[in-house]
């Protein structure tokens, strides 16, 4: 059985240009009785499930592991504190020089499409998954990323570079405080290993968490090899580890597509609402909880062009800024047609399927009727949208400082436009403004009380790549600090922070030669 596979995703989305389609608990503290790494409570329900789903192993150690950097609110959600990650122990642990007692270290095994073709087994082949703790919202895994060989890591090294793993580590935080759905990063250690890819550079390994890293590949793969059995037992995990109210369902399967199409098409709207750019959305890159997952060339746009394409290596923009919601449809395609024997029929997946156009029309407008600052929704917004993405991409104008800059305009006073009319050839902006100031009259806020709304949805501080290269160029030079006050200031993205306003400014001249690829 096949399902007609979406073959749009190179097709440009029509009239548009951002993608549519038509503390009660107690952390486990260093005060008082220092904890030492061996006593916590790690449990590994992925390794409940048989053999064939993963390869017990031991990560490989690095030379001289030192502590780069680490995330407060993560440890929070893991229900540690966040001082136990400088400890010697803690930085061994998490560099995989030292397994903790109860951890079961293991890499799972799974397959994917990679640009739209079928790539066959893939894996996790460099990360290792130690097992999980008991946080105060459920269960957190910690997968050590660049931790060694696996079996799964082909011709790999099975490790991660300084500079990817700052970036991997920002950036989900960064993600997290934006409100959007996101694997977590907990700490970042680094070891002087040299580790070769375009250059020599210095080793890292970066500890992420999330509830699970199953990923849409991992069905993929005992679809493909035609092994019911296991694609079944993977569902019954997933669906009552994660989705315990699916269960009930008549059709369970059917209910899972359809709770991880929603969750994938939100997911979306809010990458296309910051202007975020994954890179890599391979089917082996997304989660089956909808998160986002595995930053690697990814970015955030500056000057608005939608059919920015933010990873070098991707020659065709398949995964471009604009086609990124059609791309995630497609892979919830893909998702179908793997869960397809346990769902049963084309038309009970295809029925699924349904909900992702609605479910990312329905989110995108709602954030985009926030970020405008308007309370209600009229029939003719989504054209007032396309209008203004069309404005923006014309005139190159900076995403970030565009839409947080829009709060500042007062209904009444076009004389005092300025500072936004600044920002585009002038009558571009006067004829949407027209627009605009009309559809701000069918609402009753005052400029104050919208600027205030607005000022919450619109972020002022995002990860732009030349926020993150800074950072990086110092961690090299074993400087960490500038990491800790990136992430401090990325932590309280929708703050004004006056004395941070160097980290909203435009990018510099040198950062345009700024070139992200898969290399990591
Ligand atoms: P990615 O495109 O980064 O999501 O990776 C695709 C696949 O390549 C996954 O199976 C990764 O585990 C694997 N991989 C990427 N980089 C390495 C590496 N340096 N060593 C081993 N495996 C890797
Ligand atoms: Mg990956």
New binding site residues.
Partial sequence: MFIDGDDSVHHRPKNSRYGRIPLLFSPLTATGSAINVDDLPLDNSFAGLPPAFYTRLMPTPLPAPYFVAASARAAALAGLDPALLEQDDFVATFTGNHVPARAKPLAAVYSGHQFGVWAGQLGDGRAILLGQLAGPHGPMELQLKGAGKTPYSRMGDGRAVLRSSIREFLCSEAMAALGIPTTRALVVTGSDQGILRETVESAAVVTRMAPSFVRFGSFEHWSSRDKPEELRILADYVIATFYPELAGAPNPYQALLKEVTRRTAHMIAHWQAVGFMHG?M?T??MSILGLTL?Y?PFGFMDAFDSEHICNHTDQQGRYSYANQPQVGHWNCYALAQALLPLIGSVEEAEEALAVYQPAFAGKIDELLRAKLGLATAQDDDAQLFDAMFSLMHANHADFTLFFRKLGTLRLDAPDQDAPLRDMFRRDDFDAWAVRYRARLRLENRVDSERKLAMDKVNPKYVLRNYLAQAAIEKAQDKDFSEVARLLAVLEHPFDEQPHNDRYCALPPDWASHLAVSCSS
């Fill in positions: 890599v391979n082996d890159n595995d690697g």
